[in-house]
């Protein structure tokens, strides 16, 4: 295969420019990513070279495959390449799955060859995964990293010249990370051409080839991953490299109050999938719980089960009376599902600040913490990044100054950086406020960091969990 190019890229919002100018090569069997900030280009210039930029954005540019030439500034062009020349795995999987149809028959529609063997090697991309016995399930019921999973078989199953693949091991537990690394090297291998966007600084060093690091939409630092992430000559590289979790200090936890809810014999699960029973647990006020287990045994039920948006099927949960509804808070795994999407975020945060009589300085205080401009609430959900809309889903939780935070995956749309910002805020916040986090999460490091207790969820049998903090790693 001949090598990609991509030459003079760039994506403006009427007179602003958000990607700068730049040109790349995709060589066949060579990976490229692109690292930096939440918010800095990276998943602009994926959809850039999609055509699925949302408006007003516009992209401008060429695209050479094949020794063919297609303008960025026509979309309607570019959309003839899906599949056979380029395939997409969205930083948003949920969304790219279709809620009426099944797995299987998802998959399905991405092989390009004779259809009596489409079926067929769906269903060996499936298990692949670790998705057998899933054939059938709705997006609805499985989990993000499931969905995450599904959308990468479908991406795929058309082997396309070139996979963009945006935030691939999001939602994922290090084993899934682990196999996901080995089917990208596997897709490199093939002499296809594969352009990475990824917070996981790991996935980047496991993938190899050729780094970009991208910040306020300008190429800063570019290299052999091997020496972009291990001797980086950019200041900003080098803090995005030191910002890794496991390299946080260890966060002074309050002392607890009463309890402010119970679960005792909690059992649940889906159709003949058992997930848990036998499950008692109690949270108390300013307390830390950690919960952490593979993708699709449970984690997210178990939050929305404490907060009484799901029923057990056996037990019972008892959360303290006299605390009004709104103060149970949840942090969806993906935000964008948690806004409306047609609604300009400035007027849902303005209607939220009006219905409980809050302070606008409260909001702006959060905004200039998080290191958010802003500007942003000008627009609408789709046309912000993953990362900031994560961050101002927890803004919209926070002042709301909940007594229990279930936070589903925070960072999982965040960089090194805007993670370790972001948990600074989050930190400081329960430290004051007395709210009591119920954290979900795959990264170990993160639960050490953010937990005082640890509960580890094992798919089907007994729960178990440490209350010390020094064998919180053995829950990993």
């Not at 050479?64 to 960025?72: F, I, K, N, P, Q």
Request: net charge neutral; charged share 20%.
């Amino acid at each position: 295969m001949s090598a990609i190019h991509i030459e003079g890229i760039r994506v403006r919002n009427g007179r602003e420019t958000l990607l700068q100018e730049l040109s790349l090569a995709l060589s066949p069997g060579q990976a490229l990513t692109l690292i930096g900030e939440s918010g800095s280009g990276k998943s602009l210039l994926a959809h850039a070279l999609m055509g699925t930029l949302p408006r007003p954005l516009t992209g401008q540019g060429q695209l050479t495959v094949a020794g063919r030439h297609y303008d960025l500034e026509t979309p309607e062009r570019l959309r003839t390449l899906w599949g056979r020349e380029i395939a997409m795995l969205p930083q948003e999987p949920v969304l790219a799955l279709d809620p009426t149809m099944g797995l299987l028959r998802q998959v399905e529609e991405g092989w390009l060859g004779d259809r009596p063997h489409a079926r067929v090697h769906a269903r060996a991309a499936l298990s692949g995964l670790g998705l057998a016995g899933c054939e059938g399930h709705f997006p609805h019921q499985i989990s993000g990293g499931m969905a995450q999973r599904a959308a990468f078989a479908a991406a795929t199953l058309g082997q396309a010249r070139l996979l963009i693949a945006d935030e691939p091991t999001k939602g994922l537990d290090s084993r899934a990370r682990a196999r996901l690394l080995q089917l990208l090297l596997g897709y490199l291998a093939e002499s296809r051409h594969l352009l990475t966007i990824t917070h996981d600084l790991a996935l980047a060093r496991g993938l190899g080839g050729w780094v970009l690091v991208l910040r306020d939409g300008d190429v800063v630092e570019q290299g052999p991953a091997e020496r972009v992430l291990h001797q980086p000559t950019h200041p900003y590289t080098r803090q995005l490299l030191a910002a890794e979790p496991s390299a946080w200090p260890v966060s002074r936890f309050p002392a607890k109050g009463e309890w402010l809810l119970k679960g005792e014999g909690l059992g649940m699960g889906y159709g003949d999938q058992t997930l848990f029973e036998g499950l008692d647990v109690q949270i108390a006020e300013g307390e830390r719980l950690a919960v952490m287990a593979p993708s699709g045994v449970g984690k997210s039920t178990l939050g929305n089960l404490l907060l009484g948006l799901q029923s057990p099927r056996a037990g019972r949960v008892r959360r303290r009376a006299g605390i009004a509804p709104h103060r149970w808070q949840k942090l969806y795994q993906d935000p964008v599902q948690a806004f409306a999407s047609r609604v300009r975020l400035g007027t849902l945060f303005d209607d939220l600040l009006r219905r409980h009589r809050l302070s606008r300085s409260a909001l702006d205080g959060y905004l200039e913490r998080l290191g958010l401009d802003p500007w942003l609430l000008e627009r609408l959900p789709g046309q912000v990044s993953g990362g900031e809309l994560q961050r101002l889903s927890l803004i919209r939780a926070l002042l709301l100054r909940p007594v229990l935070l279930f936070a589903d995956e925070p960072t999982s749309r965040l960089d090194p950086l805007s993670q370790q910002q972001t948990m600074a805020c989050l930190d400081k916040t329960l430290g004051e406020t007395g709210c009591a986090l119920l954290l979900v999460t795959h990264d170990e490091d993160l639960a050490l960091k953010m937990g005082e207790r640890c509960l580890l969820l094992e798919g089907g049998l007994p729960p178990s969990a440490t209350s010390a903090r020094p064998s919180l790693a053995a829950c990993g």
